[in-house]
């Protein structure tokens, strides 16, 4: 953490990556990455994790309609989430992935916590459960899940449980002795009603999916998803380590409403039973609606942002985002109110008043900025309007008012405009009391320019940075602190920058119709995760090691697509043992760092299993599972042949201090 500076730490959902970023999505991340930038100019020490949880039974399904394994699938969704970010000028601090070693560490380390601390125990579950919401819920065999009302699905396994009925009272105090934890009002409301009703044990483990992280000497249990996700907010920032960075606890968790209950009620509790801190603040968003109707693949409504990019650009699209919707209350997407927006707020609002500023002062004084002269009360009265914009403005921001906010600077933009027009300089003569006037009015006018740039930055980066330019500015407007922004800053003499085209107006009709055909191709496309070539086919070796493996012809070449489709990872033996009635075979269970793998090795007759436990070896962990004498294998230890007997020799790491789970190339 940066020295003499208050810290503040917020993040996104950790967003489940069984399917692309829609506009909803791109809310919440506009929204974070907007109070990350105001922050950080109010002079905070600002760190933002966003990123993407990527285990559980819906990736599972999703990996194998894509036709090709799970790890393949996340690492390709999760590189098209960091790409639209990118796109989008988000600025994340860390991107974390639940697959990330670091956050497998960290879940163990909270599980075991809560564990010690007398917090979990054995047990079994036979009921419904909601593959959507990733949810137990509370209804009968055959009846929609009652939060989505799609579909369940019975679910009878061994779990472990998490003893969130210890927890009604101290959490009850907690949200007394807090009553800023949860925001807006109504999910507060609504988190109270939940918890005043009765908490029930909660399933923390699952023994019927396989895709997730192990929970330590307890195989097949994987941790349930979202004792799972939500543990990213915390490894993002240190995990076990979180008091070195001085991160934790999170200042804002931001999130839609229909996961409140997972981070207000789960995750305290989570943490109080580990004895950790606890989050200052959830803070949940309402939704963005079409057709009057929640944005969902399934109802096929999605808009996705990158057409309204394409057309519109980055900064029009996070403006309409944060200036149409109250923050907290559900909004409506229409692709006529985001034209219209953009035409009038942005084309005929920011855009006009820095172009016409930076003509008239080019044309006048030379392209430098003017020095004001004698003063009238209508220029006091405009310095006074944009000086209480300020504090209006920033009031609004700290409580994420951006609508509000963003409502009273386009206010400045208008007054201002109101200002040029009766004060016409662009009509004034040339004496010199006329010129005196007309560099009075556009020093004013330019001021305010300068400010509505400064406060509008956190929401238009592109935009703002361009104006800076066209000011001829030094620095960053991004660096420009927000306590000490005042009337009158501006100096004079300085040089303009060379102009820009910021929004030029467009026609509304073509806009909608070149926005709506690029999201009816993007939802035709084939899916950027699919299998570009064919599966590979399930190993045949008896042995189970890759010197079993059937090799191709010595002159048989591969392209280096085929050889990174092979996903290899350091690994440790945790345990060998023998295979009754099977000479050969060793069953193994192999730490690959995000889980503890199964595996049998045709390595007996070379081996001795208690000589093995501890070695480091090469794992293919990509392999389809398959049975051998009756035990499941997952997965594959490589091994070269030697000698015409082909006896395998492990391939290991002796010498070399390598991290359990690295991947090797």
């Known amino acids: 953490m940066a020295s003499g500076k208050p810290k503040y730490y917020l993040t996104t959902p950790i967003y489940y990556t069984n399917g692309l970023p829609h506009i909803g999505h791109t809310y919440s ?18 760190v933002m994790t966003t990123g993407t949880d990527e285990h559980g039974v819906n990736v599972e399904r999703s990996a194998k309609a894509a036709g090709i394994p799970e790890s393949e699938f996340v690492a390709k969704m999760a590189a098209q989430w960091k790409a639209l970010w990118d796109e989008l000028g988000v ?53 929609n899940c009652p939060d989505c009302g799609r579909p369940t699905e019975t679910v009878t396994e061994e779990n472990f449980y998490f003893k969130l009925s210890a927890f009604q009272k101290p959490l009850l105090d907690f949200y007394a002795k807090h009553p800023e934890f949860i925001q807006p009002q109504a999910r507060r409301n609504e988190v109270l009603s939940f918890v005043e009703g009765g908490l029930r044990d909660l399933s923390i483990t699952r023994t019927s ?101 394409n057309v519109l650009g980055m ?62 009360p209508q220029d006091d009265e405009l310095a006074k309007i944009a000086q209480a914009t300020i504090g209006d403005v920033l009031e609004e921001y700290e409580k994420l008012g951006f609508s509000r906010g963003l409502e009273a600077i386009w206010a400045l933009i208008a007054a201002t405009d109101r200002y040029l027009t009766s004060e016409h300089p662009w009509s004034l003569g040339e004496t010199e009391s006329d010129q005196q006037r007309r560099t ?25 940075a361009k104006v800076w330019a066209l000011l001829g500015l030094a620095g960053q407007v991004g660096g420009v602190d927000l ?21 030029p107006r467009i026609e509304k009709a073509e806009a909608i119709e070149r926005m709506e055909a690029m999201e009816k191709e993007a939802q035709n496309a084939p899916s950027p995760v699919a299998a570009t070539t064919p599966a590979a086919a399930p190993a045949t070796a008896g042995a189970g090691t890759a010197a079993a493996a059937a090799a191709p012809a010595a002159d048989t070449k591969i392209g280096i697509e085929d050889f990174a489709r092979v996903e290899m990872r350091v690994g440790q033996i945790k345990t060998a043992e023998r295979i009754v009635g099977a000479d050969k075979l060793l069953k193994l269970t192999v730490d690959i760092g995000t889980e503890i793998r199964q595996i049998c090795a045709g390595i007996a007759q070379f081996y001795e299993p208690e000589k093995l436990i501890g070695r480091k070896v090469a794992v293919v962990v990509n392999l389809a599972p398959r049975k051998l004498r009756g035990v499941e294998s ?9 000698g015409p007997e082909g006896r395998p020799v492990l391939a290991g790491f002796p010498d070399e201090d390598v991290e359990i789970g690295a991947r090797l190339k």
Request: aromatic letters at 12%; charged letters at 20%; proline letters at 5%.
């Open 440 to 464: 009075t009015i556009l020093w004013t006018t330019a001021e305010v320019l300068r400010i509505v740039t400064v406060l509008t930055h956190p929401v238009l980066p592109d935009c703002t």
């Open 29 to 46: 991340t506009i929204v974070c990455d907007t109070i990350r930038r105001y922050k950080r100019m109010r002079g905070f020490d600002v």
């Open 91 to 143: 600025q994340g601090d860390e991107f974390i992935r639940t697959t990330d070693l670091k956050h497998a560490h960290t879940v163990q380390w909270l599980f075991k916590l809560c564990r010690e601390n007398g917090y979990v125990y054995p047990g079994h579950y036979t009921g419904q459960y909601c593959i959507y919401d990733n949810a137990y819920v509370d209804v009968k065999p055959g009846e």
């Open 634 to 642: 997952n997965g594959m230890i490589v091994a070269a042949s030697v």
């Open 315 to 376: 900064d029009a699209l996070r403006y309409y985002l944060l200036r149409e919707t109250v923050f907290g209350q559900d909004g409506n997407f229409s692709y006529d109110a985001l034209v219209t927006r953009y035409n009038s707020d942005l084309a005929n609002g920011i855009g006009n008043l820095a172009s016409r500023t930076a003509a008239m002062i080019e044309k006048n004084c030379g392209g430098k900025i003017p020095k004001a002269a004698a003063r009238l």
């Open 209 to 309: 999916i396989r895709w997730g992280i192990p929970v330590p000497g307890e195989e097949p249990h994987v941790f349930y998803v979202w004792f799972d996700a939500l543990t990213a907010y915390l490894s993002a920032v240190g995990g076990p380590q979180y008091e070195k960075s001085g991160y934790w606890p999170a200042d804002l968790h931001l999130v839609g409403k229909e996961i409140i209950r997972f981070h207000a009620v789960y995750w305290p509790a989570f943490l109080m039973a580990a004895g950790l801190p606890v989050p200052k603040q959830i803070w949940a968003h309402g939704w963005l609606l079409m057709d009057s109707a929640k944005m969902s693949k399934s109802l096929g409504n999605v808009v996705r942002p990158r057409p309204i990019v």
């Open 483 to 503: 306590d000490g922004l005042r009337w009158g800053q501006l100096a004079a003499g300085g040089q303009l920058g060379k102009s820009q085209a910021l929004f």
